[in-house]
């Protein structure tokens, strides 16, 4: 069976790596523009790493593969209550910053080593986009795009 | 997004804290466009089937169409042909679409560009590349009223970013 193709997500941002590296790693700025979601994790190769729902609850768990701050974040993601995928090679998401000077690019990845099903690529596309422009929004004016936590609702995250 | 059904057209989808009049104003107004797209600006007098043309500075033309649909503040469509660089301008016309949806108080700007004419566009690339840059651009510019750090010209930038 053919890899599925990966699903890419690149942004610029008006800020410094190091400012957008701490929104994708520190839970109490990613619980602002992710759809609540609080991700910890000790930043260690090999180590863990998960979101937490808004209301608690595990939403996503994984293994740190690379962590090169404030550069390059690469780790498996594989989504707790998605049973279906659970038998499945993990998905792995890569988080990449790279340094333009007054701004950067941002590149996200989500690579499926096996064929998937189109159904559980539709939430990482749709998901992406809005996640990542939040973290936009955050990140240069200190405010997130409004009420995500409302509308966005696991769904919009499914085949992540 | 890079990931489609049809590896020949490139969806991009960005969300905009602001109104779909703003966001209308951003990608069809010259004050705005020179902002975020590489101090190019458009010529057009945004009537259905006239001619469009994207300006660079310094009196070049870059890219040239004709627009497809006008209908504000919520589609906008142009054929884009490149007519300047020697690896693209033998490609014939693609086509730009930019649909905006209001959602939950801001906006869902999707734009699709697809219509390229082979398996292996060199447009399609450069393209992709350009999109997403002019895209943040409007973004930045639309809620802090500033450019968004001209971002095309980086040496660590991909040279793909300079067609737009």
Redesign the interface.
Known sequence: MNKT??????????ARPQKVWDALTQGEITQQYFFGRRIESDWKVGGRVVYWQADGTLDVSGEILECDPPRKLRFTWTVEWVTELKSLPPCIVTYQI??????V?LTVI?EHPSFLE?KW?EGG?RG???IL??L??FV??G?P???LI??GKPDALKAS | MSSNKDPQTFVYVTFINSTLEKVWAGLTQNEFIEQFWGNCHIECDWKLGSKFQLHAPGGLVYDEGEVLAFDPPHHLSYTFKNVFFNELKAEPASRVDFKLELQDGFVKLTLVHDQFPTSNSKYLRAISGGWPSILSGLKTLLETGKPLPFVWSHKNNNPAHKFG
């Open positions: 193709p990966d699903t890419v997500y690149v942004t610029y941002i008006a790279d340094d333009l000077g007054e701004a690019r989500e189109e690529l596309r992406w986009p809005i422009c939040s936009k929004s240069e004016t405010k795009l409004p009420d409302e509308h």
